[in-house]
């Protein structure tokens, strides 16, 4: 408990310096409470977005979640939803298979943060997102800031899609590549 409140506070008194010297150096007035007041308010929405389940300040025991962190996560389990919150992310499947006969539904969200997957191009592979202010480009070089995207890789020709993953992108990237991490 005590690092969460350590944190809480080192936020709060960097960003009232910040704001200190923004107003100091630049002349720009504004009221440093009421950025404090929005931040709070991003804070809330961010909560009510992810779930009840989000804090974010404790120690991220998740091994499926990314928050004021960098992480490699190189497995995933099928029904799973994958956060990536004000950090960057690399996600390898690029080694990753799925058993014949068998699927796996993934959900990858990215919340002011930076997320890169690595997919592998052998598995017919189906991808839908939702990108709000952000960025996310998909391997066939498409992609968007604001809107929605399909994606099928050339294996599902050949069979149906085996591996899905549903993404949401809001005020971060995503990057989707085939090949080797």
Known sequence: ???STGIFWALIFIL???CLIIKIVFNVE???FRILFAFFFIYLGIKLFVGRDFNMFHDNKDEGSVIFSQKTISEVVDGKEYNVIFGGGKIDLSHFTVPEGQEVHIKL???FGGTQLYINPEIPIQIESQTVFGG???PNGNSAAFGSLRYENDS????KPRFYIDSNTVFGGLQIKQGKF
């Not at 599902?156 to 069979?159: D, E, I, M, P, Y």
């Open 156 to 159: 599902v020709k050949v069979s």
């Open 16 to 18: 009232i310096g910040l």
């Open 136 to 138: 996310t480009k998909m």
């Open 30 to 32: 504004f009221s440093i």
């Open 109 to 111: 969200n990215t919340i």
């Open 1 to 3: 408990m005590k690092m």
